[in-house]
């Protein structure tokens, strides 16, 4: 006896249902968070970038990562590279590089599922119908600047280098809090920079061999390592950006008489 098989539903109607989803646990929730935190952040940051003060304790060269390099008239000695900017309250100390940190990080591609989930509902979750009723992917304006992610991450890699030196040059006038928060900034920086998808195609695509690329392929499996974390690093280094910049406004400030606490110098 011989059956022939058939694709299921084939010949048949699909099922009405009436319900949006079959979805029983809170599948709203994750984007609800996503909105919420991305929302929470992006407010913060824009008061601070056009607030153009307490952004700098000179006693110490701490310079916030928003605010660097700072190139306007408003940075006084905070200005290493010096001030090509005009002194006009529309325009942010770190103007020159805002907009490819934010080209970076809205073309990354944990980013993109993030808002595209909790901002647009485009699906707002797995097996939650999408909200919008056509779909052209990412090949039209404005979606279509999302490939050029890899060249945001070579603008990103360069901003990351001048973020390296303000830790660096913080670190010669001797040892405090600021200094740590610093470098933990810096160093969780690196590590989203690095374990960007591009990143990993950068030095371990187009190779046949990976035995004759040892050093490459070294490098690769450390990015690849990285990689797995990305989604962790990129919630990481918003909260490590705000609190860097916090405390640096806050001691720069001198609220309720607060200084750095020193440990050398």
């Known amino acids: 006896m011989t059956t022939t098989a058939t694709r299921p539903g084939a010949g048949r109607a699909r099922a009405a249902i009436s319900a949006r989803t079959l979805r029983t646990d809170r599948w709203w929730l994750a984007p609800l968070i996503t909105f919420l ?3 929470a952040w992006v407010a913060y940051a824009t008061v601070r970038v056009f607030l153009h003060r307490w952004f700098y304790v000179e006693d110490y060269h701490y310079l916030t990562p928003f605010y660097s390099p700072c190139l306007t008239d408003r940075c006084a000695g905070a200005a290493e590279f010096g001030t090509p ?8 100390e770190a103007a020159f590089t805002l907009p490819f940190l934010l080209l ?9 599922k993030a808002y595209y989930r909790a901002f647009w509902l485009s699906p707002p979750a797995c097996a939650v119908p999408d909200r919008h009723r056509t779909y052209s992917g990412e090949t039209r304006f404005p979606l279509i600047f999302q490939n050029a992610h890899r060249y945001a991450f070579y603008a990103a890699f360069v901003i990351s280098i001048i973020n ?8 010669t006038t001797g040892l405090g809090l600021g200094n740590v928060i610093l470098w933990v900034n810096v160093i969780m920086l690196w590590a989203y920079t690095l374990s960007c998808h591009s990143c990993r195609h950068i030095v371990g695509g187009r190779l046949k061999h990976f035995s004759a690329h040892p050093v490459r392929y070294r490098f690769w499996t450390l990015v690849s390592t990285l990689n797995t974390r990305h989604m962790q690093l990129a919630w990481i280094t918003l909260g490590t950006l705000a609190l860097t910049d916090f405390y640096i406004m806050w001691v720069s400030a001198g609220w309720f008489g607060f200084h750095d606490l020193r440990l050398i110098g």
């Open 37 to 39: 935190g991305l929302s």
């Open 104 to 112: 970076f990080r809205l073309t990354c591609y944990y980013y993109r």
């Open 164 to 171: 390296t030196w303000d830790a660096v040059r913080a670190q």
């Open 85 to 92: 900017l005009p002194n006009v309250a529309l325009i942010p």
